[in-house]
């Protein structure tokens, strides 16, 4: 992708990203969050981190399906570090405004509440693909270990939707939606993963075959001079 229609792009992502953020802020200025504000801003942040992590997920099944779309590589560090920062917000609105900084209460309701418990594992999961993201851990951990440490995405989303369907109540389905779109890019990240290795080994064996036909190949001239 040339330059021009990458910056625009970088554009429309950075104001998407930030849309439900600015409607947050906009509706708290406008006194405009509904019955109950606290519910309006933990809802719209955590299912917007959800989403965002749906997206940055799929970047990679989406690329090797579809070559032409390699470019979408450059928007999955923007879309996974928003993610971060609406979960964080999404947290600290727990913090502040459900459990008014009471550190107690914290403690008791992430040891006995299991919604929060598999809410906070998300965001710790998340925390180190965050505090990593940049090109200077890249070269500090090395590529092999900085990609093994961001395998953390997969725990940190399933983590984030099992914390979705156990705030809600029985029988609310709401949550159905998100966890089947997960559901289906995990799959299919499996089985890319699957078939890469597959194509890698098939070319391995090609390989050691080949070496095998050029070794007896040696041995016969060098019998019949
Ligand atoms: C990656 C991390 C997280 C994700 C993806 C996430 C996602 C969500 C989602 C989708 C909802 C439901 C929104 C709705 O019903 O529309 C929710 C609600 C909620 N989450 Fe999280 N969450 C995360 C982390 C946390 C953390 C760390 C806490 C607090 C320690 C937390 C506390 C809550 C609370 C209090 C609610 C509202 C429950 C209610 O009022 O019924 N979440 N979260």
Redesign the pocket.
Known sequence: MTRYPLILLKTFAWIACLAPFTWLAWAAVMNNLGPDPT?TI??TT??T??RL?AITLAISPLRRLLPRLGWLIRFRRLLGLFAFFY?TL??LT?VGL?AGFDVGLMISDIAKRRY?TM??A??LL?LPLAATSTQWSIRKLGGKRWSRLHMLIYP?IVC?VI??WW?MKPGVL?PLGITVIVAVILLARLVLAWAQRRKALAAAAGDARNDGRRQSKGNSIRATG
């Open positions: 519910a933990a809802f955590g299912r981190t959800l992590l979960a999404h947290m727990y459900y929060i809410g906070m998300a965001w998340l940190a984030g914390h979705f705030q709401t």
